[in-house]
């Protein structure tokens, strides 16, 4: 299997990405889909690109709101690049969203996403102990993870939505430097790192993709 590069957590992972993809992007603006507070407006502008921030509940004035179960509303301009951070597995249809993202999109725009990995060793090893994955259990519904962002489901949504995969990676391993507290974390740390050897997809709490709109 060939290296997939790593990344510590997804704001390393896009601001990253960014500095890949931004000369390559067909316009200026960069939509930045759930972008909460703002944490990437300020790489965004140091790039010379507009920030354009959208999200579900409004948490700043400049914020637009966007229920990506529609079209992106009236009067927004069209992104070049869009930012998509830990949002995909809140989608009650993930598919909609996606191409209603596309359409947002001019010609050979990127996206950058990254999503909660289903299949990295600590949801594997709650799979088995608790007959449930790690960051989907019954209590994360109040966060409406609702979406089981499975690699090849989100590639197959991506394909479908006029998208190429350029990039995948693997995000959020500060996990790693974690110290264990007891017996019981070493016990679970060494399994999830024999899961991890096995299977080198089981790494990171979320996985990073980069792709591009083709039509």
């Known amino acids: ?26 316009n200026l603006v960069v939509s930045d889909i759930g972008a ?46 869009v930012i998509f951070l830990e949002v995909l597995e809140h989608l009650d249809n993930p598919l909609l969203g996606l191409q209603n993202i596309t359409k947002h999109l001019d010609k050979n725009g990127i996206i950058i996403l990254t999503t909660p990995n289903p299949q990295s060793s600590k949801n594997t090893l709650s799979l088995f102990l608790r007959g449930s994955l790690y960051a989907f259990q019954e209590k994360h519904i109040q966060e409406n993870h609702v979406f089981t962002p499975w690699k090849h489901v989100v590639y197959e949504f991506l394909k479908r939505s006029d998208f190429e995969i350029l990039e995948y990676a693997i995000v959020d391993t500060q996990y790693k430097n974690k110290k264990n507290r007891s017996l019981k974390d070493w016990f679970k740390s060494k399994i999830e790192s024999y899961i991890e050897y096995r299977n080198p997809l089981a790494k990171g709490m979320s996985y990073g993709i980069v792709a591009r709109k083709i039509k």
Request: proline share 4%; no cysteine; aromatic share 12%.
């Open 1 to 26: 299997m060939e290296s997939i590069e790593t990344y510590r957590n997804r704001a390393i992972f896009a601001n990253t990405m960014l500095d890949r993809y931004y000369a390559k992007s067909p």
């Open 36 to 81: 909460g507070f703002g944490h990437m407006k300020d790489k965004i502008e140091s790039l010379g690109r507009k920030w354009q921030p959208f999200d579900y509940v409004k948490k700043l004035d400049e914020t637009i709101i966007w229920n990506l179960n529609d079209e992106a509303p009236s009067g927004v301009e069209n992104a070049g690049i």
